[in-house]
């Protein structure tokens, strides 16, 4: 196959999925009446096909973690099946609370709005939805920032360019139709998905099967057990209590028409969580067995050197790698829609306006301003040559500092408790999200690996220990209260 065959397949697999999720969303919208309360997900009105799809498509398809497990899998070998455990054990979590999260919030409002009715206060909705906004559009940065490290690889100097033009598809039809087109895509995303990962396994089974070396059990089993030890602890705080506390996990779950269908939706994407981490594991333990170290010596990682043996002169590579991509940018483009509709609500709702004071116009504007900022955010990781493993557990792992927050609004019944415990709950919030996030500021020559990967628990634990204190605060002045009484 000649060079000029393979950047046909290139641009079929970059432009394939822009044009079914233009289709789509065209097909959707000549139908849809569009206002306020359909544009965001506001009320309950979500059937079990697509909770399900949604939950799927968004939960377990970005890009960022597509290529973070492939880049993991040569470093942790067949351990990083203790990952795929606990993504699932998260769902599973996600499912166990499922009843009492939809009946501690029955006017659907949003995480940082729920914190700030039930902690009495409005600051606290205001400093949670900013930080949370900022997460957001750094995970947007993220999955662009992916994409075009991808096309890099085969349009040196072009990728930040073609990374532009999804960066304005995205803006432009989740500004237009907001949830509608998110709930249109994320079909067709899944379906991408499946079939890219589908056609990886497939080849990479053909691989082995050719492959004249044997495998070296002995080798899958030799890992730097101390980084690994981090790592587990890193990503199973992230992957167990991480569907919990972010927004847009929750803004989907509180949109669903009944909690039987949420909790049967889970059970899908339980499933399914566990098959998609298991084959990723399986794809990039295969390639970096069967591809040799020599080859390819200037790629920088496993994903890096999978996309450029796929690149070859061969038919059958080349078909792989179209469908790779396909699925690739089908999940980054539909993931980001998500983070982009999620962050403008949490602006709209908890930090600019409230909802009577909301038109289409102004939430489109704001999807536009947000959208240009996330590219500013993606234009500063470029910039700085952020690596996505590292920025992943940063990210990811800050939005734990609202776990506490959250666990005791669910389960709390004690309103004057719950009053007394707001502005711990915002401290908590804010020095969690800054511990998190100072982390991936640590220089590099000092970085070790178990550092790298302790972002989660630096941002829980500081956030655990200032909301212990404001309990404890709390109940000794109603104690107080009372026996002065």
């Known amino acids: 196959m000649t060079n000029h065959w393979l950047y046909y397949l290139l641009v079929m697999a970059f432009t394939l999925p822009v044009s079914f999720f233009a289709f789509s969303i065209y097909r959707h919208y000549r139908t849809a009446s569009l206002e306020i309360d359909n544009f965001f997900p506001l009320h309950r009105v979500l059937n079990i096909r697509q909770y399900a799809s949604t939950t799927i498509a968004t939960g377990l398809s970005l890009s960022t973690v597509f290529i973070a497990v492939l880049d993991l899998s040569p470093v942790f070998k067949i351990y990083l099946i203790f990952a795929a455990i606990t993504y699932a054990l998260g769902l599973f979590l996600l499912y166990i609370l499922a009843d009492r999260i939809l009946a501690r919030n029955p006017d659907n409002l949003t995480l ?13 909705s205001f400093i949670s939805g900013l930080f949370v906004l900022i997460g957001y559009m750094s995970i947007f940065g993220l999955e662009v920032l992916v994409g075009t490290k991808i096309l890099g690889v085969y349009f040196p100097g072009f990728g930040q360019s073609i990374g532009f033009f999804y960066v304005i598809f995205m803006i432009g039809y ?82 669903v028409e009944k909690t039987n269908i949420a909790k049967r939706s889970l059970i899908v994407s339980f499933i399914a969580a566990f098959v998609l981490w298991m084959a990723l594991i399986f794809i990039g333990i295969v390639a970096s067995t069967v ?44 993931t980001a829609d998500s ?35 996330s590219y500013v955010i993606f234009l500063a990781f470029s910039y700085y040559g952020i690596d996505v493993v590292e920025a992943v557990f940063a990210i990811f792992g800050a939005h734990l500092s609202l776990l506490p927050s959250v666990l005791y609004a669910l389960f709390n019944k004690d309103q004057e408790i719950g009053s007394l415990l707001g502005r711990f709950a915002t401290v908590s919030i ?38 212990l204190v404001g309990v404890a605060y709390a109940k000794w002045k109603k104690h107080n209260k009372f026996s002065h009484k």
């Open 291 to 334: 591809i040799p170290a020599t080859d390819y010596q200037v790629a920088s990682s496993i994903s890096n050197k999978l996309l450029l043996y796929l690149a070859e002169h061969d038919p059958l590579r080349n078909l792989v790698l179209m469908l790779f991509l396909m699925g690739l940018f089908s999940a980054m483009i539909s």
């Open 112 to 124: 940082p709005g729920f914190l700030g009715d039930k902690y009495t206060d409005k600051s606290l």
């Open 339 to 373: 983070i982009l509709l999620v962050a403008t609500q949490i602006f709209s709702f908890n930090i600019l306006w409230e909802k009577r004071k909301l038109r289409l116009s102004k939430v489109r504007f704001v999807v536009i301003t947000i959208g240009f900022f």
């Open 174 to 255: 989740t500004a237009f139709n907001g949830y509608n087109a998110i709930i249109a895509t994320d079909k067709i995303q899944l379906l991408l998905v499946s079939l890219s990962v589908g056609a990886l396994v497939t080849y990479s089974f053909y691989m082995l099967s050719h492959d004249k070396s044997s495998v070296d059990t002995t080798e899958l089993l030799s890992i730097d057990f101390e980084a690994f030890i981090a790592f587990i602890v890193g990503i199973s705080v992230i992957n167990i209590f991480g569907a919990i506390c972010d927004t847009g996990t929750w803004q989907r779950l509180c949109s």
């Open 430 to 467: 804010i020095l969690g999200y800054l511990a998190s996030w100072s982390m991936v500021l640590i220089p590099n020559q000092i970085q070790a690996m178990s550092v790298l990967y302790s972002s989660p628990i630096v941002a829980l634990s500081v956030s655990m220990v200032i909301f």
